[in-house]
T-cell receptor
Framework: KQEVTQIPAALSVPEGENLVLNCSFT??????LQWFRQDPGKGLTSLLL?????REQTSGRLNASLDKSSGRSTLYIAASQPGDSATYLC???????????FGSGTRLQVQP | GAVVSQHPSRVICKSGTSVKIECRSL??????MFWYRQFPKQSLMLMAT?????????EQGVEKDKFLINHASLTLSTLTVTSAHPEDSSFYIC??????????FGPGTRLTVL
């Protein structure tokens, strides 16, 4: 069974800071990992998908890295903005399954 | 990215009634869709995997007779909450996977059972 831990659980920063969100998972036999953001009362928006053969993936101010051997992924947000305020979730699928397992997320608040 | 829609976005019903939630992949075909449930301040929990043309696979502890899933086409899956009770009140979210293994989520349905 895949278990996912995200640290920190909550984070409040002033606008402009660079941020690092951490995700660890127990079973490293994954074929990919996705990062999502969720705004309050809304669905999930896919941010980045990292295939198991990749070490990192970039989209705009976001960069996600994956270290399968250590069971870790990191989401880096550069020059944070108030619009980045949301809950960020990492989701590796359990081995042999197509559904995703979610951590409890990191609640980010970027102050103007 | 691909778009997944859900309908309705919000529903309030009386205890004992049944509620149907639709999940559609708008610009791609999805042989597999997933249904999740999210309680306040908690993360998403997988309820079932919906497979086009076959029976859904339910997670342990999820009553298949209470949460009926039908995946009638490559773009539509429905979740019916039968004889809903207040404890079924939750945020229900579906997702669909494209051929590249990326999953896309719908906007969710807020169910309130009085």
């Amino acid at each position: 069974k895949q278990e996912v831990t995200q640290i920190p659980a909550a984070l409040s920063v002033p606008e402009g800071e660079n941020l690092v969100l951490n995700c660890s998972f127990t079973d490293s036999a994954i074929y990919n990992l996705q990062w999502f953001r969720q705004d309050p009362g809304k669905g999930l928006t896919s941010l980045l998908l990292i295939q198991s053969s990749q070490r990192e993936q970039t989209s705009g101010r976001l960069n996600a890295s994956l270290d399968k051997s250590s069971g870790r992924s990191t989401l880096y947000i550069a020059a944070s903005q108030p619009g980045d305020s949301a809950t960020y979730l990492c989701a590796p699928p359990p081995p042999g399954r197509r559904a995703l397992t979610f951590g409890s997320g990191t609640r980010l608040q970027v102050q103007p | 990215g691909a778009v997944v829609s859900q309908h309705p976005s919000r529903v309030i019903c009386k205890s004992g009634t049944s509620v149907k939630i639709e999940c559609r992949s708008l610009d791609f075909q999805a042989t597999t869709m997933f249904w999740y449930r999210q309680f306040p301040k908690q993360s998403l929990m997988l309820m079932a995997t919906s497979n086009e043309g076959s029976k859904a696979t339910y997670e342990q502890g999820v009553e298949k007779d209470k949460f009926l899933i039908n995946h009638a086409s490559l773009t539509l899956s429905t979740l019916t909450v039968t004889s809903a009770h207040p404890e079924d009140s939750s945020f229900y979210i579906c997702s669909a996977r494209d051929d590249g293994y990326e999953q896309f989520f719908g906007p969710g349905t807020r169910l309130t059972v009085l």
